[in-house]
Nanobody, 115 residues
Framework: QLQASGGGSVQAGGSLRLSCAGS??????MGWYRQVPGKGRELVAT???????NYADSAEGRFTISRDNAKNAVYLQMTNLKPEDTAVYYC?????????????WGQGTQVTVSS
């Protein structure tokens, strides 16, 4: 239900924009997470359908999350990228149904930042 795109390789200080398009159910909260080999998936940023945002400390001030509710899409504008931002980035969409929450994940897109 979620398809991510926009990853790539950049030098430190560069920018990338990730996109994720969803289909099917409308998502209450959408977000981006990232994962490096050997570590768990970590939060990057989330945004509610009302537009409230939450960022990891590492992303605050450099990344901007946004969404288009009509397109069921979420975006992540990343600036001033650092080598430690290198990871596979996953988009997430949460659906509320029958008092339960269901998480859907995109396939992941690789971001590589070289020094």
């Amino acid at each position: 239900q979620l398809q991510a795109s926009g990853g790539g390789s950049v030098q430190a200080g560069g920018s990338l924009r990730l996109s994720c398009a969803g289909s099917g159910s409308a998502f209450s909260t959408m977000g981006w997470y990232r994962q490096v080999p050997g570590k768990g998936r970590e939060l990057v940023a989330t945004i509610t359908s009302a537009g409230s945002t939450n960022y990891a400390d590492s992303a605050e001030g450099r990344f901007t999350i946004s969404r288009d509710n009509a397109k069921n899409a979420v975006y992540l504008q990343m600036t001033n990228l650092k080598p430690e931002d290198t990871a596979v980035y996953y988009c997430n969409g949460r659906v509320l149904r029958d008092l339960s929450e269901y998480d859907y994940w995109g396939q992941g897109t690789q971001v590589t930042v070289s020094s």
